[in-house]
Every structure is written in structure tokens, then in C-alpha cells.
């Protein structure tokens, strides 16, 4: 055999040795989505809210979410983590009508409600506060909260009473301007506002986002105490290791896919977790 030819099958062998781990790699891909779906699928029977498969993004052709899965129960408390980019708080805005899901379901206690607008599911009972501008800075803290209470006006002065025993700080304060409040404040009225309507899930986009870690203790410790009002809390949040500690069950989101799930405990101390995820996150 020539020197070219010895050549030539060296590089024949060497490919079909990357192919084959290649197609192994591949199959055992498969078979551990596979095992991930068959996992959601048992864990979201008859969940309260509910994700399934969804692909998402911003522009066409361009997908954030590559068929990404969630469910909560009734009264759990998720928390959704993961690397910038990950996909975490387009799952949250897909999941209240703000970016538009390509293929998949979104239900809510059955009811599909995939692509919904986002005043017609605050009427069925989603609230969302949103990372940024999520507060009217013009106005003051109260006429906030009327702005949460605009589909249902009658009913202001009742929940003004249950979120200013929530939020002590809203009700002694409220005549004050919400451009005048500090970072803290401004969450404790975007949280308040978007609770006005008496919601049974709540979702939280990044609620520590620029705040000090004394005021993001604060306001994971509300969060905490609103989800055990008997609200479902979905949270996305870049501090990892501070959600991990208060929520029922984890999501870690990478390039727009469950990665991994389990309770907060489990991927709060499972090794691979820690070093691919929590390493680079944000500290506590």
C-alpha cells in the first residue's frame, strides 16, 4: 500500500470513528430527552400552569426557547435560572402572551391559553412583573395600584388592605411618587400592583435585578411571604444560588432548553450544577 493510500485509510478510519461517536452522542441525546419529557410529563398532571414544548423568539426564524418545558402545582414556588442568554425570561414573557410561541402549549388549569393577550390572562388570573419600567414613575404609590386594579375597580380597597399588609411600607406612604422610591421600594409597587387582581400565578422577572444584597434579601423574603398567601410563583432569576434557597423546584435553562430540574435543595447541591451553572452565577 503507498504512502497515500495508507494516508487515505487512516483518515477513513478516523472518520468513521467520529461519526460513530457522533451518532452514539446523538442517541444518547435523544434517549436523555427522552427521559427529561417523560419526567415533565408525569410531574405536570394536573398542574396549575403548564409549558409544554414550546419554541419561541423575537424574530423570524431565530429561536430563543427550543422546545422548552415547565409546569407548577397549585401553591409552588419555581424558580427558572441560568447563564445570560439562556432563554429564561423570554420562557416567562412567552408564558404571558408577550412573545409569541411557534409550536407548543401553554395551559392554564387545562385551558389552553397559548398566545393569549396579556389583558386577557391578567383577567384569568396570571399576574407579571416585569425586570424593567415597572413601575408608573409619575404617579404615586397608590394610583399604581389603581392602575393594577383597572379591570376591576370595585374591588380596590380590598386588595389595597391585603397588599398594604404585605407591604407595610405602601400604605403609610401612599401619596408618594414612585419615581421618588428607591429600587427596593419600586419592586415592593410593581409586585403590589400586579397582585391588585387577585392572581393565582405570579410571575417575576428577575426581581433582585440592581438591587443591594440587603434589599434583595428583603425582597426574596416577600416573595416568600406571597407565595405562602396560597399564590403560584413562577421566578426568573440571575441570582442562582438565593432562588435555589427559597423555591420548591428549580429549572436551569441553557441555549433555550431544560438542562436541568429538580427541587431548589437538589440543584442547589448537585455537582454538576454548581460547576457548569453556579460558578458563574451570581452569588448570594
Not at 461517536?21 to 419526567?39: N, P
Not at 409586585?191 to 387582581?197: D, H, S, Y
Not at 440571575?238 to 441555549?255: F, K, P, T
Request: aromatic content about 6%.
Amino acid at each position: 500500500m503507498s504512502h497515500d493510500s495508507w494516508g487515505d485509510s487512516l483518515e477513513r478510519q478516523e472518520a468513521l470513528h467520529v461519526d460513530a461517536e457522533q451518532r452514539h452522542d446523538h442517541g444518547h441525546h435523544k434517549a436523555q430527552e427522552l427521559q427529561d419529557r417523560t419526567q415533565h410529563l408525569e410531574g405536570a398532571e394536573g398542574a396549575l400552569v403548564r409549558v409544554d414544548d414550546a419554541i419561541a423568539g423575537y424574530l423570524p426564524g431565530v429561536n430563543i426557547l427550543n422546545g422548552c418545558d415547565l409546569y407548577a402545582q397549585e401553591g409552588e414556588l419555581v424558580g427558572i435560572i441560568g447563564p445570560n442568554g439562556a432563554g429564561k425570561s423570554t420562557l416567562l414573557k412567552s408564558l404571558f402572551g408577550l412573545v409569541r410561541i411557534r409550536s407548543g402549549a401553554v395551559t392554564l388549569r387545562g385551558e389552553e391559553i397559548t398566545n393569549m393577550r396579556a389583558d386577557q390572562l391578567v383577567k384569568r388570573g396570571i399576574g407579571f412583573v416585569p425586570q424593567t419600567n415597572n413601575v408608573f414613575p409619575s404617579l404615586t404609590i397608590e394610583e399604581n395600584l389603581q392602575m393594577g386594579a383597572y379591570q376591576a375597580p370595585g374591588n380596590f380597597d380590598e386588595r389595597f388592605d391585603f397588599i398594604t399588609t404585605l407591604f407595610p411600607t405602601l400604605g403609610d406612604r401612599r401619596k408618594q411618587r414612585a419615581g421618588s422610591l428607591s429600587g427596593g421600594e419600586r419592586q415592593m409597587v410593581a409586585m403590589g400592583r400586579a397582585l391588585m387582581m387577585n392572581p393565582s400565578v405570579l410571575l417575576l422577572d428577575e426581581p433582585s435585578a440592581g438591587l443591594s444584597p440587603v434589599l434583595t434579601d428583603e425582597v426574596f423574603v416577600r416573595v416568600r411571604e406571597i407565595n405562602k398567601t396560597g399564590v403560584t410563583v413562577i421566578m426568573v432569576e440571575q441570582n442562582a444560588r438565593r432562588c435555589l434557597q427559597i423555591c420548591d423546584r428549580g429549572y436551569v435553562l441553557d441555549q433555550g432548553r431544560n438542562a436541568y430540574t429538580g427541587t431548589g435543595r437538589a440543584l442547589a447541591t448537585d455537582p454538576k450544577v454548581i460547576q457548569l451553572y453556579l460558578g458563574t452565577l451570581a452569588k448570594a
